[in-house]
């Protein structure tokens, strides 16, 4: 599933407020040793040195926040998406507005908010879903390829809901779509888009006056957030909680 933070904002006031959440509090923690099942006490902290050497960013996670970060509210099922520069500007600044995370709510409301960098090697994402607030540990195995993925969500009980996952195509037609290895259509109550993942793309182009080369670049929709209703008996039946993504 990879690495993502959850942020809780909660209003404790007798009235409505807007309440906010530094970005800092959105920063994925560093990275470890135990990621890649490495047991070495002396490489358990990723030093500075190691970071530069593998080209990776300030957590020592190569590529991670370069298209962007997924943010997705677990009570209102609601997704968003921004910029990887608005991210990292804010996370370096110490002024108030760079507490861009905002939502307002309701006397003693609270929102929980799961927060994960888009994918930049093209496969699909768990987003979240509306089963358990981690938006993880419902998960029992998540495993995914250029084709597609598979999802086996914990069976143990009786459980109905949705999943959110992020395809990184922006054309899904033609995707199939598999629960308990039934097929499901693409409409309320089996699959549908629910929102999209921008992005920006970067052209080299000729000047036709000065014979210069430019880079010019244009908005693109990077992805697609699709919502997957899913029932999960808890009968211990073969294939119980395992959704199936095929892309086209």
Same mark, same amino acid.
């Given at each position: 599933l990879g690495?993502?933070?959850?942020? %809780?904002?909660? $209003?404790?006031?007798?009235?409505?407020?807007?309440v906010?959440a530094?970005?800092?509090?959105?920063?994925?923690?560093?990275k470890t040793?135990?990621?890649?099942?490495?047991?070495?006490?002396?490489?358990?902290?990723?030093?500075?040195?190691?970071?530069?050497?593998?080209?990776?960013d300030? $957590?020592?996670?190569?590529?991670e926040?370069?298209?962007?970060?997924?943010?997705?509210?677990?009570?209102s099922s609601?997704?968003?998406?921004?910029?990887?520069?608005?991210?990292?500007?804010?996370?370096?600044?110490?002024?108030?507005?760079?507490?861009?995370?905002?939502?307002?709510?309701?006397?003693?409301e609270?929102?929980?908010?799961?927060?994960?960098?888009?994918?930049?090697?093209?496969?699909?994402?768990?987003?979240?879903?509306?089963?358990?607030?981690?938006?993880?540990?419902?998960?029992q195995s998540?495993?995914?390829?250029?084709e597609?993925?598979?999802?086996?969500?914990?069976?143990?009980?009786?459980?109905?809901? %949705?999943?959110?996952?992020y395809?990184?195509?922006?054309?899904?037609?033609?995707?199939i779509?598999?629960?308990?290895?039934?097929?499901?259509?693409?409409?309320?109550?089996?699959?549908?888009?629910?929102?999209?993942?921008?992005?920006?793309?970067?052209d080299k182009?000729?000047?036709?006056?000065?014979?210069?080369?430019?880079?010019?670049?244009?908005?693109?929709?990077?992805?697609?957030?699709?919502?997957?209703?899913?029932?999960?008996?808890?009968?211990?039946?073969?294939r119980?909680?395992?959704?199936?993504?095929?892309?086209?």
């Open positions: 690495t993502w933070t959850l942020l %809780s904002l909660s $209003n404790w006031l007798d009235k409505p407020a807007v906010y530094p970005i800092q509090a959105l920063q994925p923690p560093p040793g135990w990621e890649d099942g490495d047991d070495n006490d002396n490489d358990y902290f990723v030093t500075k040195e190691a970071k530069e050497e593998d080209g990776g300030d $957590n020592g996670q190569i590529g926040g370069k298209f962007g970060y997924h943010i997705f509210a677990f009570w609601k997704y968003a998406w921004i910029p990887e520069q608005e991210y990292s500007e804010g996370a370096s600044s110490a002024q108030p507005q760079s507490c861009f995370l905002s939502k307002r709510l309701l006397p003693h609270t929102e929980i908010f799961h927060v994960k960098p888009v994918s930049t090697n093209n496969l699909l994402q768990y987003i979240g879903s509306d089963i358990h607030f981690s938006c993880g540990y419902e998960v998540f495993t995914a390829s250029l597609g993925a598979t999802i086996c969500l914990k069976n143990n009980v009786n459980r109905v809901g %949705s999943i959110f996952v395809v990184p195509h922006s054309i899904v037609d033609g995707m779509v598999k629960v308990g290895g039934v097929p499901i259509q693409r409409k309320y109550g089996g699959w549908d888009v629910v929102a999209n993942t921008p992005g920006e793309k970067e182009v000729t000047d036709s006056s000065t014979g210069r080369k430019r880079t010019t670049v244009s908005s693109i929709c990077r992805g697609r957030i699709v919502q997957i209703w899913v029932v999960v008996h808890g009968n211990n039946s073969e119980d909680g395992e959704i199936s993504i095929i892309l086209p």
